[in-house]
């Protein structure tokens, strides 16, 4: 059934338990909002050197963007910055793909849970929900970056 | 024409014979992912269109197009009568005194921002600057917010709005501090189209003529559902759109007084709202032309005229009374839902046909994708009233709006498919 490839077990998971969630110490922090359907969030990152030490975040949306954000704090956190930037990269087009796109093993590898998102990138409403964290860890990683260097 | 179900136990009187009524609308017969019949319920966003709507507008293409009040051809002839007929469809629909008094916009936030921008360029007694209030209600659309956001920061004007109660109604309590001296105009939605709370029209516009102010009414949700008579409503202007009442998109209208359009300034300059034009200055056309600039959306007027038409061969007060019923069982219905809670009036009294609520901790947007993939379409967000959402304090709701084609068996679909919403989210 459809709505299985969308509301996939791992994406409900993460929904109901969600990692990493709460705002905590950070070098930057945002918001971003999703102004059609009014999901929001808060979220911080702080770096320490040239790893993602930590993905704190807040926030109220659907299942789908609660879900996302709590696959990126569990999936970028620890990683190396340039690492990070490459899954967020390779989400961003997985999520672009509208459908058209079969991860392979390279991708399922790298992305991990985030895999589970590729049924979500079918439906063009539900992309900007699944795409809200991660647009927001860009965000917030550029400033931290920038306040790190200005220190 | 009543409803064959009518009779029986919990179905209220009033029902219109919608099996008869959805055999005009073609898109109604649609059937989408493996086989689920459309249960359409956003209809508060836009309304779908009878053949006979489809049929006026193509014929119009077909064997009438050309450019209207210009030309001396047959089918500029044709158009323009076309074009001019359809405003006194449209202005006996409202029952306007004129026709002068019916200008065609593109939409109900054109019409809005239309008056807002004729109040900011206006002279005494109308003109909107520093040291005057604008008054709005906080349960107004965003199309209701924002234009006169702009024209009070443009003008210095201060704005202010009526707040609202816990149960969704306008809180007039304290109408004479809110509508004052300074006041020159009070603008406020006939219907909510978050709420479905139907605003005391009255009371409003009693007190804002008592202090000189001008009123404007946002019908939109108004309009499609029951009798609009602008003379008995007592405002000013009324403004509402054609896509949400059978007609086309595209096509938009601003009811005024003649007075106000003969003293008001146009907003918008170009073709066919003048009279004289010389390169140092220009006399314009008396209303409505003053106000259309451009060739106007010709087939779409004709649309809206064919979609006015056809609304009022079933006749307003019945399809009033359908909606009445229908939102009457729906609240009764959906009161069995567990852990749903209304998001507006909670009784049928007073009230449109738009129905919000939100279900337990469930996020909206949830509900209206598992509600698509069993055929029934609702709208979910803040469904741009976003500052009523902030009042109850939810980030977004759910809600299900009726028209003349909605059966109570489409009802009980909304009301068995947020069952399985609980049940897949539980």
């Not at chain 1, 969308?6 to 950070?26: A, C, F």
């Not at chain 1, 967020?88 to 079969?102: A, D, N, V």
């Not at chain 2, 005494?124 to 008054?135: F, H, L, N």
Request: charged share 25%; with cysteine.
């Amino acid at each position: 059934m459809r709505l299985e490839s969308m509301y996939q077990d791992v994406i409900l998971d993460h929904y109901k338990n969600p990692h990493g969630r709460g705002l905590r110490p950070g070098d930057a922090e945002v918001h971003h909002v999703n102004p059609t359907c009014g999901d929001e969030i808060t979220l911080r990152v702080r770096l320490d050197g040239s790893t993602v030490a930590d993905v704190s975040y807040e926030g109220q949306g659907c299942s789908i963007s609660q879900a996302s954000a709590s696959v990126l704090n569990e999936l970028l956190v620890g990683k190396e910055l340039a690492e990070a930037r490459r899954i967020q990269e390779t989400f961003l087009e997985l999520m672009q793909s509208k459908g058209r796109l079969e991860p392979d093993d390279a991708m399922e590898d790298l992305l991990e849970d985030a895999v589970a998102f590729a049924g979500v990138s079918k439906y063009p409403a539900r992309v900007k929900c699944a795409l809200l964290s991660w647009m927001a860890w860009k965000e917030a990683t550029a400033q931290a970056q920038v306040h790190k260097e200005a220190a | 024409m009543t409803d064959a179900r009518a009779g029986l136990p919990g179905l209220p009187a009033g029902l219109l014979d919608t099996e008869a009524i959805r055999k005009d609308f073609p898109i109604l017969d649609r059937v989408l992912h493996d086989g689920k019949k459309l249960v359409y319920l956003d209809n508060a966003a836009s309304s779908q269109k009878p053949r006979q709507v489809l049929d006026a507008m193509n014929t119009y293409y077909e064997r009438h197009h050309a450019n209207v009040h210009r030309g001396v051809h047959v089918l500029a002839e044709e158009a323009t009568e076309l074009y001019e007929g359809a405003r006194d469809k449209v202005a006996a629909f409202i029952n306007a005194p004129s026709r002068d008094e019916v200008i065609f916009t593109k939409n109900a936030s054109e019409s809005l921002n239309l008056v807002a921008n004729m109040l900011g360029w206006a002279d005494e007694p109308y003109r909107v600057d520093s040291g005057t209030e604008i008054v709005i209600t906080e349960m107004e659309h965003h199309s209701n917010i924002v234009p006169w956001q702009l024209l009070a920061q443009r003008t210095g004007a201060r704005l202010k709005w009526f707040g609202l109660t816990d149960e969704g109604r306008l809180d007039l309590s304290t109408i004479d501090g809110i509508i004052t001296e300074r006041t020159k105009i009070v603008s406020f939605t006939l219907v909510s189209n978050i709420l479905g709370t139907l605003n005391p029209v009255r009371e409003i516009v009693r007190r804002a003529h008592e202090v000189g102010a001008l009123v404007l009414i946002d019908a939109s949700q108004a309009a499609p559902h029951a009798v609009l008579d602008v003379q008995d409503l007592g405002a000013d202007f009324v403004a509402f759109t054609g896509h949400k009442m059978c007609g086309p998109t595209g096509i938009g209208v601003l009811w005024g007084r003649h007075e106000l359009l003969e003293d008001l300034p146009p907003f918008l300059g170009g073709g066919e709202m003048i009279e004289t034009v010389s390169m140092n200055s220009s006399t314009y056309a008396p209303a409505p032309h003053k106000f259309e600039a451009g060739t106007p959306p010709i087939a779409q007027a004709v649309g809206l005229g064919a979609a006015v038409d056809y609304l009022s061969g079933i006749g307003m007060d019945r399809i009033a009374a359908h909606e009445h019923a229908l939102t009457e069982y729906a609240l009764a219905r959906l009161a069995e839902v567990p852990e749903l809670r209304i998001i507006g009036p909670a009784t049928a009294e007073d009230r449109g046909a738009a129905i919000s609520f939100t279900l337990g901790d469930i996020h909206p947007h949830d509900v209206g994708q598992v509600l698509d993939e069993q055929g029934i379409a609702v709208r979910v967000g803040h469904h741009c009233a976003r500052p009523v959402c902030l009042r109850y304090g939810i980030p977004a709701t759910t809600r299900a709006s009726f028209y003349l084609y909605t059966s109570p068996a489409e009802v009980d679909a909304l009301v068995d498919g947020l069952e399985y919403v609980r049940r897949f989210f539980g």
